[in-house]
């Protein structure tokens, strides 16, 4: 079992940056792929980044390569999502997601945390 626990997230101005991280714990959690996804009111949840467990392999979705950065300390467990030039279309709540395959972690993670709220005011 993986335990997610996001922080990080808040209000702030289009233009702006916030940094998230996401505190894992349980069974050998720096071995398991982490991604991040979002959700915007009445809207499905949407894939954002993943970094795998080594860290050498990052993708992102589209709408936000070249603004966001995730980024992982398997020392303290944690992942991070570094976002800045935000808009007020990535107002959002930002889950973390974990899993030991790449494929399910881009589509159906085995483990979520609980989120955290990003609002971006223009």
């Known amino acids: 079992q993986v335990r997610l626990v996001e922080s990080g997230g808040g209000l702030v101005q289009a233009g702006g940056s916030l940094r998230l991280s996401c505190a894992a714990s349980g069974r050998t959690s720096s071995g398991y792929n982490m991604g991040w996804f979002r959700q915007a009111p009445g809207k499905e949840r949407q894939f954002v980044a993943y970094?795998?467990?080594?860290?050498?392999?990052?993708y992102y979705a589209d709408s936000v390569k070249g603004r966001f950065t995730i980024s992982r300390d398997n020392a303290k467990n944690t992942v991070y999502l570094q976002m800045v030039s935000l808009k007020p279309q990535d107002t959002a709540v930002y889950y973390c997601?974990?899993?030991?395959?790449?494929?399910?972690?881009?589509?159906?993670?085995?483990?979520w945390g609980q989120g955290t709220q990003v609002t971006v005011s223009s």
């Open positions: 970094i795998s467990s080594s860290g050498l392999i990052t």
């Open positions: 997601a974990a899993d030991t395959s790449i494929a399910r972690l881009t589509s159906t993670p085995s483990y």
